[in-house]
């Protein structure tokens, strides 16, 4: 086994995802935790936490900073990035983190709510045909091309920056400014929509802080834009499970944390089952 290759991939750093890969780890199970920010946790936002039991008041982000070094005593790996894609193929499933790519025989998402934001029109049929969620990885294909980038999510500017330097012309709509998005095209992307404007593009960067988990992982049933999952935390798709606030209210960390704890069982109970 190498150091991109585990049993169980973890895609979310909050209590969710932090929880279950605590308990892969304690079934024996190689697992690593895949998460945009340390701190990307919607958990770092709250002030007080008034309901979750021996916490005292607690700060979200001193329970974060405490669960995130429980997986640092543990030997828990934590990859810092944005999955921007997953590919399941022959009874595995890879995941791209920018421009590496981690490999594993289970995946649990615990992408949190903000993964629940809706695509734009357009945006997952052309996905890897003119649509992107990585400057970095796909840049240079556009160099000497116009592009339009969505910056919907932190170092959305930085991005910018970064296709411009390498010679694309670059149209740079912020959060606020991109509404009614719709991305056009038949076999590529030859244009967008915003607010009615219309643009000839040839690339359309989406930069959000999170990709949606039905978009990085086509097919997977929702329900209320949220994840749909079985009693054990099982999605629609084998292999795939599911917890946290990416499967629906209420938006809780005890919910966020039972969760996770289920779904590794679950993860470990089919790794087990598949194991040649
Ligand atoms: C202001 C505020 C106050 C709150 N107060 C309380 C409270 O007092 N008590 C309580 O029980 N709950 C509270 N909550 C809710 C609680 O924070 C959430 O229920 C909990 O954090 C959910 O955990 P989670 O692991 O499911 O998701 P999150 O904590 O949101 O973590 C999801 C993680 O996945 C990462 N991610 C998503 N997509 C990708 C991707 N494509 N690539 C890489 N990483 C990705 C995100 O960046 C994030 O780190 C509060 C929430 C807010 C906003």
Same mark, same amino acid.
Not at 42 to 59: F, Q, V
């Given at each position: 086994?190498?150091? *991109? ?18 308990? &892969? ?90 993964? @629940?934001?809706?695509? /734009? %029109? ?9 649509? @992107? ?39 740079? /709509? ?13 076999? =590529? ?15 359309? /960067? ?7 988990? @039905? ?15 079985? %009693? ?16 629906? =209210?209420?938006?809780?960390?005890? *919910? ?10 679950? &993860?470990?109970?089919?790794? =087990?089952?598949?194991?040649?």
């Amino acid at each position: 086994m190498d150091d *991109r290759s585990f049993d169980i991939l973890i895609l979310g750093a909050g209590p969710a995802g932090i929880s279950a890969a605590l308990t &892969a780890h304690a079934r024996g199970r190689s697992a690593a935790v895949l998460g945009s920010d340390p701190m990307a946790s919607t958990l770092a936002k709250a002030e007080r936490i008034g309901n979750y039991p021996g916490l005292a008041g607690m700060s979200g982000r001193d329970l974060l900073a405490a669960m995130l070094g429980d997986l640092q005593r543990q030997g828990i790996p934590r990859v810092t990035g944005r999955a921007t894609a997953v590919m399941a193929f022959d009874g595995r499933f890879m995941v791209s983190v920018e421009r590496d790519v981690y490999e594993a025989k289970a995946l649990i998402l615990a992408a949190g709510a903000q993964q @629940s934001a809706k695509p /734009f %029109p357009g945006e997952a049929e052309l996905l890897g045909r003119g649509v @992107s969620y990585c400057a970095t990885c796909d840049g240079m294909l556009y160099r000497g091309k116009r592009v339009a980038v969505l910056g919907l999510g932190p170092g959305s500017e930085a991005d910018r920056e970064f296709l411009q330097s390498i010679g694309c012309q670059v149209l740079y /709509f912020t959060g606020a400014q991109a509404k009614n998005v719709e991305i056009q095209g038949t076999d =590529k992307v030859t244009g967008l929509s915003v607010n009615g404007e219309k643009y000839a593009v040839d690339g359309v /960067f989406v930069l959000r802080a999170a990709v949606a988990a @039905s978009v990085l992982l086509p097919g997977l049933a929702m329900e209320d834009g949220h994840l749909d999952v079985g %009693p054990d935390m099982a999605t629609s798709l084998p292999g795939v499970f599911a917890a946290g606030d990416c499967t629906g =209210k209420p938006y809780q960390i005890a *919910r966020a944390v039972g969760q996770g704890n289920m779904a590794a069982l679950a &993860a470990d109970r089919y790794v =087990k089952e598949h194991e040649g």
